[in-house]
């Protein structure tokens, strides 16, 4: 082995045992059960300002989003980058909506909301559909960084999504919403300092030659995806219980002023991380370009992408199971008042359990031809199965929707988004040609959200025409178990 091949080896272990080193420098030692789903100091004090806003920040610069914003910036040029960036107007759409569920009803969860608007079964309903998100988000990230560390389905892959999976648990385990809160302010620094790096090796060669050439039908392909984003953002937040978790965590309008902020960070760092993918395709590079570019550029690049991607992906993951802990152990039930240790333990359980289980999917590449699952999929699929999200809590100010207006739209796009996912799995198309709307590879998704949304939006209307709310659900199910 040369010194060369075995500094390539080496450089990303050292980039891990480091990253590992200040991560818990940030991280808790010990929290009661309050800060482990709430997020507070040790007085009881919510989270400043700053915290918030940068913890809210980096949960949505996520190792996915960036791989994708290349990939996508990559596939169809610039109008790729922007239509991912369009995802982040989904802080502005989660900060008003959640805004007046708690200025006009007092809620301090979305569960607790959809209980008190829609009934118990509703609520669980909407609690397992976010269980998939969270689900998801573990091996779309892990296995993204993982792939710094070998090639897919290698020993070094496998052994870096295991210990990355493992670290990340354990200070999670201890921590909770706290430790994440803590530790995702640190790592937002450190991203927005590594993305500068990025920048100033990407941006001189992108000024000299230019956008690279994009063929008509590629742009209009991204110009499709954009649409697709912008139909989707009208749900896509309110099934991300990291996002909407911080909703509740500040005053309202603390929030709001937060997660705009947040929003345009974060929205704004995936734009600029975007132009990575430019430049692969005007560097004629084949291959993931978040991996390509680096390569290109040699050992110090690949230690900063890598950098990179193990601060966004620890954020994110660690943010996955605070989430998971708190859907199962406090909004399942819904009982209100302060956690307690026995609800703490229960957190902790569902953190080991979703870490393993959420693991699962990269074990597909052993499967057919041997590619695992594909990350941008994760996204584009889930959006498209909680589509009928939008009008439950857009429309929800109507006072004669009920529980028939739930299940009206809720249904109808959860069957729109399992057909997608088998056509997705078995590269069958399913849907008939006419509902595609635009070019390339995304019009039949952006059809499929344009016509599922309109129908569910129907359904809810018609839910609230035809059966109202008989009975008040007010006083129901403030104790979920019953």
């Known amino acids: 082995m040369t010194a060369e091949s075995l500094a390539l080896f080496a450089a990303p272990w050292l980039m891990l045992l480091v990253y590992c080193a ?14 482990f789903f709430r997020g507070g100091d040790e007085a009881g004090y919510a989270p400043a300002f700053w915290v ?64 008190s608007k829609y009934g118990t079964l509703c609520a669980r309903l909407f609690l397992i559909a976010i269980g ?29 999504a295991g210990l990355i999976t493992a670290f990340t648990l354990f200070y999670a385990w201890r921590g909770g919403l706290r430790s994440s809160l803590l530790t995702d302010a640190g790592q937002m620094l450190l991203a927005a300092v590594l993305l500068v790096a990025v920048m100033i090796f990407v941006f001189p060669p992108l000024a000299r030659t230019g956008l690279p050439e ?27 219980p990291v996002l909407t978790d911080r909703a509740f965590l500040t005053e309202p309008k603390s929030m709001v002023k937060a997660f705009l902020v947040a929003g345009l960070i974060a929205g704004g760092f995936i734009l ?46 660690d943010s996955t199971f605070a989430s998971s802990a708190k859907l199962t152990a406090v909004d399942w039930s819904n009982k209100g008042g302060d956690p307690d240790n026995r609800q703490l333990v229960t957190g902790r359980r569902t953190m080991v359990l979703i870490a393993l289980a959420g693991n699962l999917p990269l074990f597909s590449i052993y499967l057919g031809d041997g590619v695992g699952p594909a990350v941008i999929a994760a996204t584009t699929i889930s959006g498209t199965m909680v589509m009928g999200l939008a009008p439950i ?31 997705a799995a078995t590269g069958t198309p399913v849907f008939p040609d006419w509902i595609n ?46």
Not at 298 to 315: H, K, Q, R
Not at 449 to 475: E, H, M, P, Q, W
């Open 132 to 160: 998939i998100r969270l689900f998801n988000e573990i091996w779309s990230n892990t296995k993204v960084t993982a792939r710094y560390f070998g090639s897919e389905g290698s020993s070094d892959y496998w052994i870096a």
């Open 214 to 240: 994009v063929p008509p039908a590629a742009h209009l392909a991204g110009v499709t995806f954009m649409g697709l984003a912008l139909v989707q953002v009208l749900s896509y937040p309110f099934h991300d």
């Open 272 to 317: 600029l991380f975007s132009t990575v993918g430019l430049y692969a395709r005007s560097a004629g590079l084949s291959g993931a370009a978040t991996v390509s570019v680096p390569m290109a550029f040699g050992l110090p690049m690949l230690l900063v992408f890598n950098a990179i991607m193990l601060t966004s992906a620890g954020s994110t993951i």
């Open 393 to 423: 809590f857009l429309l929800s100010f109507l006072p004669s929707a009920g529980p028939a207006s739930f299940h009206l739209a809720f249904w109808p796009g959860l069957v729109f988004g399992v057909i997608k996912t088998v056509e």
């Open 437 to 482: 709307i635009g070019d390339g590879k995304y019009a039949d998704d952006l059809g499929i959200n344009v016509y599922g949304l309109l129908i569910c939006t129907t359904g809810y209307l018609l839910g609230a025409a035809l059966f109202g709310r008989r009975v008040s659900l007010s006083a129901e199910g403030r104790d979920l178990s019953s």
């Open 22 to 35: 200040v991560v818990w420098w940030f991280s808790p030692a010990g929290v009661t059960a309050s800060q």
């Open 52 to 115: 918030l806003v940068f913890s809210a920040a980096i949960t949505w610069v996520f190792a996915k989003s960036i791989d994708n914003a290349a990939s996508l910036s990559q596939a169809f040029g610039v109008t790729g980058g922007i239509g991912y960036a369009i995802y982040y107007l989904s802080f502005a759409v989660a900060a008003v909506t959640i805004y007046f569920i708690r200025t006009r009803g007092g809620h301090m969860s979305l569960s607790g909301f959809l209980v």
